[in-house]
């Protein structure tokens, strides 16, 4: 087989998105070195959007695992983000002009005594310079217009909020509490009643969030409950869905591929994106059935959501009900025989 001639890749390349890049530009980089390493062109696209500012977990489904990406979108996310205080910004990050400032830094008790109170359902505002639609146009164009405009709140839901790696943890520049108290070393406990009253310019928070959380709104409110201001200036997405860290490689990496491992070693497969999903094995007959549209029918499986497949080979996820299955997606993937 030639350069020019390699099959289609199907499945999840994870990334960890750089800090200046778009998400956008980041699919348009995979699409370069999928072409560069000869492979047949396949659908591309991102699992989530990150916003430049940020860094991190950024999945990219290629081929059949576009099928999969809107799941993907409705999946939690876990973020570390790091609120600086005296300052709001219009655009809630560090790229934005400051609208208020505050002199007020709060205490790390303080602090974690908030966390609760955005713990669970929310209601938020999300923030203006937002890809939100608002008459057919973006909220960020809008806002860099100028032009006055209102987004409405909206319900999401906070898991889980605390200081990031432990509370009090110091974690480097510009990402940890400006009290830099470390429970290490024989430093008083911050949270003992004896501790002396510290302050906190900077915090830094790990947050799992659902799908359509503004990180930097959060910040936002927190500063404002605390009674001062905020603006986000460290953001990485830890966890996107099923996808960790751990997983993700750098755009660097993967451009090396050419003098390392090829670019299909390091694709994780279609079913990576689908690991709190059962697997429904199928015999020949039956993947055929699935293939053309077809209900099952005398399925013994639990009621839910089931990947079905052929040997190795995704076929469709499939939805059981009272022991008959109905495909809700199906993949086009060759058998390993052919």
Known sequence: MTDASKPALHGWLVLDKPRGLGSTQAVGMVKRLMR????ARTKVGHGGTLDPLAEGVLPIALGEATKLAGRMLDASKVYDFTIRFGAETDTLDSEGEVLHRSDRFPPLAAIAGVLDH????????????????VDGKRAYDRARAGEEFRLEPRRVTVHSLDFAGGAGRSGGEDRALGSSFQNEGGRP???SASAPLEVAETVTLTAHVS???????????IALALGTRGHVTYLRRTKAGPFREEQAISLDFAARS????????LILPLEAGL?????????????QAVRQGRVLSGMPQSSGLHLAKLGTVPV????????????????NLPDVAE
């Open 36 to 39: 560069e390493g000869g492979h």
């Open 118 to 133: 955005f713990t669970g359902e929310i209601e938020q505002l999300p923030p203006a310079y937002s890809a939100l639609k």
């Open 189 to 191: 406990d911050p949270f």
């Open 211 to 221: 799908k359509g959380t503004y990180i930097r709104s959060l910040a936002r409110d």
């Open 258 to 265: 050419g003098n390392g491992p090829p670019l299909q070693d």
């Open 275 to 287: 690991d709190d999903i059962p697997a429904l094995t199928l015999d020949p007959e039956s993947a």
């Open 316 to 331: 469709a996820l499939v939805e059981i009900s009272d022991g008959t299955a109905r495909v809700v997606r199906g993949f």
